[in-house]
């Protein structure tokens, strides 16, 4: 135990708190970047890794006032010192009744996904810099936010040049006029793709939802063939990534 170690948090000047940082950085890395999602071609920062941050910090992240507000679900999120229970950071993590991933999701997940946002975003206001000091090439912005405005905004989905149809639209065109298979299969892969990416995002958030060991085992017994049929390699890969390192940071199960 260094001497820095010995010095309560609040108390720590710049230098000992950034020390705090490079450590922890060094402590966490590996889970951060094994839980990171990669959206439009960059990798971004889960919940999973926004908890490991902070707890390497001697911090725990929370959410608290979830609730229904005008377009949709707000929750507010919180980082509390694990020594004193002090308030180090707070985030509002917003739900929008116009996100088209999340509009017939049961209740339940769409509080969920919300509580979520607002845990990654405080964190990501008290430890952005960490994840620099981790891999200067993960994004700093939370990805549940990137998922969802990926989702919403309508030209992350790139139409045919000239054409204002909806995918859906152009879909049924394309097989009335004859387009080319090329053009059909470029329109079902980016299809697969964001249904792989809504399936993997659901893992991730139930996975984050865990609150002990046993109950993380039951839910990946029960949908783990599913996943593993459903999902490339690489996504379920990243799935079970998740699972191991929420395994590790939540309490052994009692005898």
Known sequence: MSVTDLVP??????????RTSTDAATLCGDIVKATATKIQGKRYVTVEGWQAIAVAHG???????VELVEGGIRAIGEIR???????????????????????????????????????SRACRSAFAHVVILIDKSLGTTPAE?????????????????GSMRSPEEFADEARADGLTTETRSTY???KDRKAVATLESGARMAIGLCNDRLQ????????????????????????????????????????
């Open 81 to 119: 010192r694990m020594s004193d229970g002090g308030v180090i950071a707070t985030a509002e993590g917003f739900l929008g009744d116009d996100e088209q991933m999340w509009a017939k999701r049961p209740m339940f997940a769409r509080r969920a996904m919300a509580q979520t946002r607002a845990i």
């Open 145 to 161: 936010e990137m998922q969802g405005a990926y989702d919403h905004d309508p030209e992350s989905f790139k139409r045919p040049a």
């Open 9 to 18: 948090i609040e108390t720590r000047s710049g230098v000992e708190t950034y």
């Open 216 to 255: 993380l085992k039951t839910w990946w017994t029960e949908n783990r063939d599913e996943l593993k049929e459903k999902l490339p390699d690489d996504a379920y890969e990243a799935v079970y990534a998740a699972v191991e390192a929420k395994r590790d940071a939540l309490p052994a199960i009692a005898a």
């Open 59 to 65: 911090c725990v992240a929370s959410s608290r006032d």
């Open 188 to 190: 079902q892969v980016q």
